[in-house]
Every structure is written in structure tokens, then in C-alpha cells.
């Protein structure tokens, strides 16, 4: 194949991928702008060596249009150190965050003598509806600082490790509860509870550290589409996060 | 979507690495509540550890977790030259 149609095909395929139709010129000035030499000379040969004998095959009898799916590359070539260990990390903070706000309602329902706190649903509704206040006001007016002051990696860890006072709080309050007068709870389950809340609300943060660093690697390349892109997926989680708590804490 | 601050040098492959991020995140977002909720019941009804075995096995996963979370460099990837 020509060189030059491997330019035109490369360049069909970025204008294929743009997430959104709005933005086609956009990116396709971006293109022309940061990608010209480089990319536009050094994506194709990856296809080329990536691409196993029955693609170049294929690749010969299949129209342009049928080309053009197959220029990415493969996904295990995509998957080097750092995306791995992103991935990873990401995926960890998902994991402990869904597990800490499916295990609170749950907890707290369950009767005493189960290792529970026995709450009522009023409770538990006044204690699900003060972390949403306390995250809120977190990720808005504390958050920016902390990373400012200690730096992204610092944010993400304590997010990490904030998730085991937030579960050795269970059993803890579970103790307090059954030494309670008259099984009623008092000023120090209160207080343990306000301490779980206020480290779910600190472990939220790090979701946020995903949002800013795609945020500002998009400002850095001055990439709009990507910009775009990357404030419609801080919008997507905190669609799929937000309801969560509420169905969960009925 | 950090992903994108560490992806190779192909900016077609963004979609394929974010994609494939949401989708390992979205199953453990699904694993998570249903295995947290059915290892609590399960140390409560067998009384494991005094029905304290979940709590163990959960301090355990963030010490997986912040195992994992050291792998992060002090600065945000760049890929070269770019």
C-alpha cells in the first residue's frame, strides 16, 4: 500500500473516533497542528507489524470502509506498565468504594446481637444523606487544596487507606452498641459514625483525581475533543455513582 | 480516564484503553457489593472469627489496594517526546 494512502487512511480513522460529531473539525485541526510529522509518518508501520498474516490477507480483498476498523492496534499491545497499573488502581478504588457504600446501609440494619447496629431506616437516611453533604463539600472546597499542598500520588493512597477505618469501624461501633443502655444509640456511636462518613467522604476524593488529571493532561495538549471527552466521563461516573447510595439506602 | 495521560502514542487507541478500563471497573463495581454483602451474611451465620471474618478479608483487600496504589509514579505519565 502506498504511503500515501496509509496518511489518508490514518487520518480517516482519527476523524472516525472523535466521540462526538460537533467537534470533527476540531480535532481534525488538532490533528494538523500537533500530530502532523510524527504521527501521521509513524502510526502505520504498528499496523504493519502488529497485524498477523490473515489480517494482511483480509486486509487485500476488504473495501476501504472495512480497513478502517482494522487500523488500531490490537489491544494487548496497548497494554504496557502505566496503563496497566492505572487500570489497576482504578479499578481497586471502584471495588472498595461500591463495597464500603453497599456494606453501610446493610450494617447498619442489621440487628445487634448479628453484628449490627439495628438503626432505623430515619437513621440510616440521616446518616446516608450527611455523607452526601460532607463529600460534597469536600470534593468543592477541600479537596483542590489537598492536592495543591500534597500532590496527586498522596491524595490517591490516603483515598486507599482511609477505605480500613471506614470498614474497622463496623465491628467497633457494633461494640459500642452492644454496651449501650438500653440497647439506644448514644453520643459515641454517633461520633463513629460521623468518623465512617467523613472517611468515605476522603476516599471519594480519589475518584476525583481521576477527573483532574484527565483534565489537565487534556488542558496541556490543548486538545478540546479530548477535553470534551474526558468532562463527559466525569459526568458518566458521577451519574452511575450518585444513585447508588440512594436506592441502597431505602 | 487518567489512562489517557498514559496511553501509547496512538491517540486512536485512547478509546480502546478507556473503554476497556470502564469495563474492568464496571466489573468490579459489580463483584463488589454482591460479594462484600454475601461474606457478611456468610461470617454471621457461620460465626467465622466471631462473625469478624469479613471485616479481615475486606482490611486485607485495601492493603491489596494500596499495594497496588504504590505502582503510581510521583508524576503524571508523559510518553516520550510528546
Not at chain 1, 9 to 17: A, E, K, N, P, Y
Not at chain 1, 145 to 158: E, I, N, P, S
Not at chain 1, 194 to 215: A, D, E, P, R, Y
Not at chain 2, 45 to 60: A, E, I, M, P, R
Request: aromatic content about 8%; overall charge positive; hydrophobic content about 45%.
Amino acid at each position: 500500500m502506498p504511503r500515501s494512502g496509509c496518511i489518508l487512511l490514518c487520518v480517516v480513522g482519527h476523524c472516525c473516533f472523535v466521540p462526538e460529531r460537533g467537534s470533527f473539525s476540531l480535532s481534525f485541526k488538532s490533528l494538523a497542528e500537533h500530530h502532523d510529522p510524527q504521527t501521521l509518518i509513524r502510526t502505520p508501520p504498528p499496523v504493519r507489524v502488529n497485524s498477523d498474516v490473515t489480517q494482511e490477507v483480509s486486509s487485500e480483498t476488504v473495501d476501504t470502509s472495512q480497513k478502517d476498523t482494522q487500523t488500531p492496534p490490537p489491544l494487548r499491545s496497548l497494554l504496557t506498565r502505566p496503563v496497566l497499573v492505572t487500570i489497576a488502581n482504578y479499578s481497586t478504588l471502584s471495588l472498595l468504594e461500591m463495597t464500603a457504600v453497599a456494606l453501610i446501609p446493610l450494617i447498619w440494619s442489621t440487628p445487634v446481637e448479628f453484628g449490627g447496629l439495628g438503626l432505623s431506616p430515619v437513621s440510616i437516611g440521616l446518616g446516608m444523606s450527611l455523607y452526601g453533604c460532607m463529600g460534597g463539600i469536600f470534593q468543592f472546597a477541600v479537596f483542590p487544596r489537598l492536592v495543591a499542598r500534597f500532590g496527586l500520588r498522596w491524595v490517591f493512597v490516603t483515598s486507599v487507606a482511609i477505605c480500613a477505618v471506614i470498614f474497622a469501624m463496623f465491628p467497633l461501633e457494633n461494640l459500642v452498641m452492644r454496651h449501650a443502655i438500653g440497647g439506644r444509640p448514644n453520643a459515641t456511636l454517633w461520633l463513629l459514625i460521623f468518623l465512617q462518613l467523613w472517611s468515605l467522604s476522603i476516599h471519594k476524593m480519589g475518584f476525583g483525581k481521576f477527573v483532574i488529571l484527565q483534565h489537565s493532561s487534556a488542558v496541556r495538549r490543548r486538545l478540546s475533543p479530548l477535553r470534551n471527552y474526558a468532562i463527559r466521563q466525569a459526568l458518566c461516573l458521577c451519574m452511575s455513582v450518585l444513585p447508588r447510595p440512594r436506592t441502597s439506602g431505602r | 480516564m487518567y489512562v489517557s495521560s498514559a496511553t501509547p502514542p496512538n491517540k486512536r487507541s485512547l478509546g480502546t484503553v478507556n473503554g476497556f478500563a470502564q469495563s474492568v471497573a464496571a466489573v468490579q463495581r459489580t463483584v463488589g457489593p454482591a460479594a462484600a454483602d454475601s461474606l457478611f451474611a456468610f461470617s454471621v451465620t457461620k460465626n467465622v472469627l466471631d462473625g469478624n471474618f469479613v471485616y479481615v478479608v475486606l482490611l486485607s483487600l485495601v492493603c491489596v489496594g494500596l499495594s497496588i496504589a504504590a505502582q503510581l509514579p510521583r508524576h503524571v505519565w508523559v510518553h516520550g517526546g510528546r
